[in-house]
């Protein structure tokens, strides 16, 4: 049996909403992506939604609202996906790592307080397989002083914390729509925010710092010019893109529930299993379980297990390798000993496949392989 790592979940929906967009004579960012944004905000409870072209575009435009100067730093997580930390470098900022709870796995509260300074400007948390950070020690924190906070929702867009949807809580959400998330564009993102005062820099940014988009220039059968009023970036979705999400968003529940139903049957297999422990969402929030990350609790390596998984047609992952381990960020200075919990699960965690059209029958054959390797 071969089992991939992500299976994206597309029927003839997907097929003839594209089919629709290619034959209506406007493929870029046009009536479709309003309408999308109009759903994904709805859905969120959120005021406003911008269409992009990646998650990465969306951490990108949410930092560029706080206008960050050279010194001024960003504080975030090393166990996260490069994107997360990359785009505060492109910012000019300082890029600060807090340690993680070792359990959740998410940017630790205490951690976030011993690492802010008074050039701290803004916090990026990372909703790590769709489980919610702490948001409200994180919030208060925030408020008190002045520090605004993003939100990384790539992999939590079902996600809710005592209620309210992941995402709302600071300046904004970032949400990918890349090809193995809980729902796909192939490639996308969009963000959200309750800030309306800047939707119209990020509509701007998104598309090369024009005052005009696209669609607006062409209203009214009059020609306009469009002004630049800000050397902006090319982060626009295109109505193909979005047409594809609004049939996506529009089966969102069902996807949801039927992850939920596969977190069911993995954490009863996990009950009677002690060699792994599953990483579970705290008990005040609603994970978007993204992921089925593990912890190994033997001394069998995680390799020696990985590697069994592959010989077996199982394709497993790793969320994360640290980013201080990787070559630019050591060669800029970071150190694996100033992150002493990450360090201590970094070699322990790994992921299984999850995801809504996982049969019965692949979800008994990885039980059955993972009982292979230890016993
Ligand atoms: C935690 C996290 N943040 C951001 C991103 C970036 O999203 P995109 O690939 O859409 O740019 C990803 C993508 O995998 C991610 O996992």
Redesign the pocket.
């Known amino acids: 049996m071969q089992i991939p790592f992500h299976r994206y979940s597309f029927n003839e929906e997907e097929i003839e909403a594209v089919k629709k967009v290619l034959q209506s004579g406007w493929i870029t960012t046009g009536k479709e992506c309003s309408s999308f944004e109009e759903e994904l905000a709805e859905y969120k409870k959120s005021l406003l939604a911008v269409g992009l072209n ?4 969306a ?1 990108f435009l949410l930092l560029s609202a706080l206008n960050l100067q050279r010194g001024d730093e960003v504080i975030t997580t090393p166990l ?2 490069a ?2 930390a990359n785009v505060v470098l492109h910012h000019g900022a300082k890029l600060v790592f807090a340690d993680i709870n070792p359990n959740t796995l998410n940017i630790d509260v205490q951690s976030i307080k011993e690492k802010t300074t008074s050039k701290t400007k803004a916090i990026i948390v ?1 909703h ?1 397989a769709g489980h919610p950070c702490d948001m409200k020690p994180i919030m208060e924190w925030a408020n008190q002083h002045e520090i605004a906070l993003i939100e ?1 929702c ?2 939590a867009i079902e996600a809710t914390y005592e209620h309210q949807p992941i995402g709302t809580f600071g300046l904004g959400g ?1 949400f ?3 090809a193995n998330k809980n729902i796909t564009t192939a ?3 969009m963000m959200i925010s309750n800030h309306t005062q800047y939707e119209k820099l990020w509509r701007s940014l998104r598309n090369h710092g024009f005052d005009l988009e696209p669609v607006k220039r062409q209203e009214n059968n009059s020609f306009k010019q469009y002004d630049i009023v800000f050397p902006g970036y090319k982060m626009n979705m295109n109505d193909i893109v979005a047409a594809i999400g609004r049939v996506q968003l529009s089966k969102i529940d069902d996807f949801h529930q039927k992850r939920k139903n596969i977190v069911q049957k993995y954490l009863d297999f996990f009950k009677n299993f002690p060699y792994l422990k599953p990483v579970m969402p705290l008990s005040n929030s609603e994970s978007a379980w993204h992921l089925m990350i593990v912890k190994n609790e033997t001394s069998k390596s995680r390799s020696e297990i990985l590697n069994f998984l592959i010989e077996n047609g199982i394709q497993p992952s790793i969320h994360f390798k640290p980013i201080y381990e990787f070559s630019y960020y050591k060669k800029i200075g970071f150190q694996a000993s100033d992150y002493p919990n990450c360090e201590s699960i970094k070699e322990k965690i790994f992921s299984l496949p999850l995801y809504p059209s996982l049969k019965d029958e692949e979800l008994d054959y990885i039980f059955k392989v993972l009982i292979d390797i230890f016993q």
Do not use: I, N, P, Q
């Not at 990646?54 to 575009?57: E, I, K, Q």
């Open positions: 990646s998650g990465t575009s951490l996260t996906f994107a997360t990372v790590v990384d790539a992999h970032a990918s729509f890349y490639e996308g993102g």
